[in-house]
């Protein structure tokens, strides 16, 4: 399984961003996908996925502010990021579980400031 993540960049604090994870190769064996990010210095955290069957799970960090979403037809997974704060700031990983393997994308970075 190959990822590639879109869509970082910078916002202003209250602001909204929107990332997608493009997955090529055997999509309909993934388990799950999701989103992980890292701030500097500290280590990488979950922040939401989402199951073949659409069960989704969030940080509490970002629940009710943060949306992940999948489009199968586009083997792509998204995240809407409302409510941004500085403690957002990361550098945002998608995630695909397949067969107890762990594939990670590129990594996109997303930085929260006025």
């Known amino acids: 399984v190959q990822l590639q993540a879109f869509g970082g960049g910078t916002v202003q604090p209250g602001g909204s961003l929107r990332l997608s994870c493009a997955a090529s190769?055997?999509?309909?064996?993934?388990?799950?996908m999701g989103w992980y990010r890292q701030a500097p210095g500290k280590q990488r955290e979950l922040v939401a996925t989402?199951?073949?069957?659409?069960?989704?799970n969030y940080a509490d960090s970002v629940k009710g502010r943060f949306t992940i979403s999948r489009d199968d037809a586009k083997n792509t997974v998204f995240l809407q990021m409302n409510s941004l704060r500085p403690e957002d700031t990361a550098v945002y990983y998608c995630?695909?579980?397949?067969?107890?393997?762990?594939?990670w994308g590129q990594g996109t970075e997303l930085t929260v400031s006025s």
């Open positions: 995630n695909a579980y397949k067969y107890s393997l762990n594939y």
């Open positions: 989402i199951t073949r069957g659409g069960s989704r």
């Open positions: 190769g055997s999509y309909y064996s993934i388990t799950s």
